[in-house]
């Protein structure tokens, strides 16, 4: 799928605000980057991981609320 369309279809998960999708993928990629496994299938070796969270966004296997719960 193209980037374009896996961003169209992340955006519906944050209400269409572009700020909160680039800080959840932001937040999200540094957790994959610190050893965190992906929740989605895909080749870890050929794939950024901002492009991996973007889908995992995507895909609704990660949302705003699982880190606002952690940060209090």
Partial sequence: MRTEK???KALQ???D???KLSLLVAKRA???SNGAEPL???DKANS???DIALLEV???KVSIE???DKED
């Fill in 6 to 8: 896996i961003t169209a």
């Fill in 13 to 15: 998960f944050v209400n």
């Fill in 17 to 19: 605000d572009r700020y």
């Fill in 30 to 32: 540094e957790q994959l």
């Fill in 40 to 42: 989605v299938k895909v």
């Fill in 48 to 50: 950024k991981y901002t």
């Fill in 58 to 60: 995507a895909e609704g």
């Fill in 66 to 68: 699982s880190f606002e």
